[in-house]
């Protein structure tokens, strides 16, 4: 948030006319406004808070890139007849322990969702369960679905792939995702541990916000339409690529890319959803590939019930002793604690749900006119 | 292999009177020498030669650091007291989907290939199994029992937490092994996918080879004891540690320190094994942690049938697909071909079943020693 601050000041020095700090509007009013969004494109009402709520869960745990600030793709997904308002999403597989969900071109939002409940389920009656999702679109932050199963005492599970922007160690070609994976393992007296991370070295919204300060990436994250490593926010728009975890194969980038790829293999190799250069773009304006082999884009979530290991409260005693020895472990020079996986994410919820949610006017902008296009008014 | 033979070149151009080459063992000679010493250390017949077979499944695949190398290690554990011969491994807790094993301090060279058998049963029966073991000691490499799955039609998925020399990104303390995971999924007329990979930037056995040579290390695999960047692979020594995959907080590190956790978490948190800066460490000679807040080190392995999705038939040919669309895409420039994870491995045990086991002077000398005080003659 300081460096939005920061680069809000910035603008505002510069004299570009918009505003020098973010509007601010209640997470509640926020939250109406997108569920009547929802409604209006002909989703009912279940699913329409359902969607609602998994997309705001990324403004408040500050993944803004993945936030309300893409309600209006989604809206244009459904106007370009790619997102399905009233699904008959359905299982189409299973085992006691598995299931193929199809979403029927629903909203990821809606979609996982309900996959995640069907693991939560089958992870009730036989230890844990784990789904594959086809014909899905993008279902919003991977640790909101994984947290659903941290609530039940569960480790949650979710990963899902999006369209290829990312290119395999030794290639210039852009072939995978940012392919996100979250483990969500719930604790006794501390918050649960949420390690939800893209597979790359920098998320895209990370390059966003240098692509809109224009300043340089550092090296590791992109290269260019050649393969050379590049520190130019803007060379994903002329043929670059970002980069696997790792940055290069000196620093382990065929590791990023192996768990790129499995999160692409899980998602969507076994479920039937397309892969690699076949994943749908979420932007509606960008055509479709061609020869897709499968449905839609995919999704992996999973449920292990922790007592279907050990008692439940043994397992979270440890869990809070793994959560403070780390969280006590000797800082290094310049900064004062090591992090716990989830931590920035739910302090930053706490600080949202009370102060509200921090909006750009550009997103402003968009959401006012969405509004007045579909007949909903704008809080703010 | 090449860097290994450049740097016997070297060694012996330096004139410190090694031998040009490594000496060349025959699978199959090494395997019987392996057994042999096994069997002496008290292994029952079958566990002798699953425990070989499991060791020097890293030698055929040229993960070198984890082979018949180590082989004088599970011997010093033997005697130390920390392996136990003859373990009664067995199952502790189980749910139709998940089972905890205890390894009964036995050698997880034995005690994994168990859990991973457990797990694939548990998987026939439900669709998937999944296995958390303590009580244990190190498995050798992952990627050997996440292939077993595969070879059955199944997704593997092994993992094992070790000893810390990771430091978490912000601190400046050990709290991590270099936690490997692995997951091997099979095909069809191509060969098994498998990602095996630690969760640091480098595996510790590439350091190994910077420190015999002398050389530096690039930015990013290690830091000092003050945590600053170093490049001095003898840095562990003297207090420093190995980085988690991203190498620093801007390219990603807490992203590779959340997987070293969710490895940690998952092999012991979930089984009652030791976690953190608590695991035993594999030198006999390294003293033991104080207030070991559970048992041995521990080990995750997980199998998912394919057809627990879609027709095997169906996956597997989606996931040629897949492979041939990886391995066929535009190299960058300098670089023949985009390599599928387990390509390199699968070349190398191909090569080495053929051409035998390369090993170093100073290895061939401790097995020398090592067969000659236990009674069994080296073979080469």
């Known amino acids: 948030m300081s460096s939005r601050r920061d680069f809000m000041q910035k603008r505002g020095n510069e004299g570009k006319g918009v505003a020098l700090h973010p509007m601010t509007i209640p997470y509640s009013n926020l939250l109406e406004f997108t569920i009547a969004i929802f409604r209006r494109i002909g989703c009912p009402e279940k699913d329409a808070q359902t969607a609602a709520v998994t997309l705001l869960s990324a403004d408040l745990r500050g993944i803004d890139s993945h936030g309300v600030a893409r309600l209006i793709g989604y809206v244009r997904l459904h106007e370009a007849g790619r997102a399905n308002p009233k699904p008959g999403v359905r299982i189409i597989h299973e085992t006691p ?51 659903q199963a941290a609530k039940r005492d569960m480790i949650g599970v979710a990963m899902t792939n999006a369209s290829a922007l990312v290119a395999p160690t030794f290639s210039v070609e852009r072939l995978l995702g940012t392919n996100p994976m ?16 893209a597979t790359t070295t920098a998320a895209n919204g990370k390059l966003e916000i240098l692509q809109r300060k224009s300043e340089e990436a550092p090296l590791g994250w992109i290269q260019d339409r050649d393969g050379n490593p590049s520190i130019d926010p803007h060379a994903l728009k002329s043929g670059g690529a970002l980069l696997p975890l790792g940055g290069d194969r000196d620093h382990g980038s065929h590791k990023g890319y192996s768990l790129g790829a499995v999160v692409d293999i899980l998602s969507a190799v076994l479920s039937g959803a397309n892969y690699g250069p076949w994943v749908p773009p979420f932007p509606a304006y960008v055509p479709m590939p061609t020869n897709m082999p499968g449905k839609g884009i995919g999704h992996f979530l999973g449920a292990m019930r922790v007592d279907a290991f050990r008692p439940a409260d043994e397992f979270k005693r440890h869990m809070d002793n793994w959560i403070r020895r ?28 009370a102060a509200g949610i921090p909006l750009l006017p550009s997103v402003v902008e968009d959401l006012k006119a969405l509004g007045a296009k579909l007949g909903v008014g704008f809080p703010g």
């Open 182 to 197: 979250c483990f969500a393992i719930p604790a006794g007296e501390e918050p649960a541990f949420v390690a939800d991370l």
């Open 97 to 147: 322990s598995t299931a193929v969900v199809d979403g029927d071109s629903g909203l990821g939002l809606v979609v996982a969702p309900y996959a995640m409940q069907v693991a939560i389920e089958k992870a009730e009656k036989v230890g844990t369960g784990w789904v594959s999702v086809q014909n899905s679109n993008h279902f919003g932050i991977a640790g909101y679905h994984a947290l």
């Open 326 to 353: 780390f969280r006590s472990a000797k800082p290094a020079p310049g900064h004062d604690k090591v992090l716990i996986p989830g931590d920035p994410e739910r302090e930053m919820e706490a600080e949202r749900l």
